[in-house]
């Protein structure tokens, strides 16, 4: 089938070739366009297997209609799934999406954000690794409009989705004291990142406000480098202590999914004992063992928030304000 121009479907549609081009390019609402146009405009133009001229397209009006999607680490489920709402969300808005993964290196996540601003891309959605927000200021986009997610500043960030991580962490080792534990255990990772900060604080309060003694024996750091060694280690550690944990708080679900296989391979006899609970949520949980309560972060709101945020800063350069959404605790 011949390609259709913009043009044809003006035509085939009785519209102008101005609204047509509002339309396909995701401005329809903006316009005051009728959905029964816009619908007929679309219709026409996926009947025809139409496909626009991205190069013509970003001379003429400014944009690329392109956005990056910058994360430590796109084989996380989470940021994965988060991935997928952002791609279909952006379509909807007519926008395509680069993803790119800095590997917690803020030297390359320094580097990919230079490239995409070289490819002239209109804004960048980003978990960053940088440990403070100064140093997101020196190492992220300048005047490249931004909104920031999962790893947040909250007090030196307009521009973020963010969820309750305090709050959160504080229901899940709420959840394990009424179980009857108190020999809680906590699996961290990069203590500087300020959503683990804020998941510690939240984890160390309960125990304060419960009347249980902190032990900071409890809390493992693990070396994300060779994560499996390091998690047998840590369970090696909070299991053999002379008063061991019954339970263990995971601040993600990367290190939740390593501490099954761990518990599972070494300590077999640990499986019916224990409880894990974990930030994130994977259907790994719903069957493993040991039993698994989760914290459930909103996946589709997230990616939601993050385009109209970002669309919103790309097309009137309005600042907006910073979103805080709620997990939902899941238990098992």
Not at 70 to 81: A, E, L, M, Q, T
Not at 113 to 121: C, D, G, H, P
Not at 144 to 166: A, K
Not at 206 to 211: D, F
């Amino acid at each position: 089938m011949a390609k259709i121009s913009i043009n044809k479907i003006a035509e085939l549609a009785g519209v102008s070739k101005t609204t047509v081009s509002f339309v396909l390019n995701g401005r329809g609402d903006e316009k005051n366009i009728s959905l029964k146009t816009q619908e007929k405009i679309i219709g026409i133009a996926k009947s025809h297997n139409y496909q626009a001229n991205y190069v013509a397209r970003s001379l003429s009006m400014g944009k690329s209609y392109t956005i990056g999607f910058v994360v430590p680490d796109i084989s996380n489920p989470f940021y994965g799934k988060i991935a997928r709402y952002i791609e279909q969300y952006a379509e909807e808005k007519g926008y395509s999406v680069m993803v790119a993964s800095t590997g917690e290196d803020i030297k390359k996540e320094r580097k990919i954000l230079n490239e995409l601003k070289a490819r002239q891309i209109d804004g960048v959605i980003l978990a960053s690794a940088s440990p403070n927000a100064s140093e997101i200021k020196q190492t992220s986009s300048g005047n490249l409009p931004t909104v920031y997610f999962d790893r947040v500043f909250l007090e030196q960030q307009n521009l973020y989705v963010d969820i309750n991580n305090s709050e959160s962490s504080s229901q899940l080792t709420q959840l394990l004291i009424n179980k009857g534990h108190k020999r809680i255990g906590l699996i961290s990772l990069s203590s500087y990142l300020p959503n683990i900060k804020q998941r510690i604080s939240g984890y160390k309060n309960t125990l304060e406000n419960e009347g249980i003694e902190l032990d900071s024996e409890l809390i493992v750091d693990i070396d994300l480098s060779h994560k499996k060694e390091s998690i047998k280690q840590a369970l090696e550690h909070l299991l053999q202590m002379e008063n061991p944990a019954t339970a263990i708080l995971f601040l993600n679900n990367v290190l939740a999914a390593n501490g099954i296989w761990a518990i599972n391979n070494y300590y077999p006899e640990q499986t019916d004992k224990l409880l894990f609970a974990s930030f994130d949520n994977l259907d790994l949980f719903d069957y493993s063992k040991p039993k698994v309560v989760s914290a459930l972060q909103p996946n589709n709101e997230i990616a939601k928030h993050c385009i109209n945020m970002l669309c919103k800063q790309i097309d009137d350069s309005e600042e907006s304000e910073g979103i805080q959404l709620k997990t939902t605790i899941i238990n098992r």
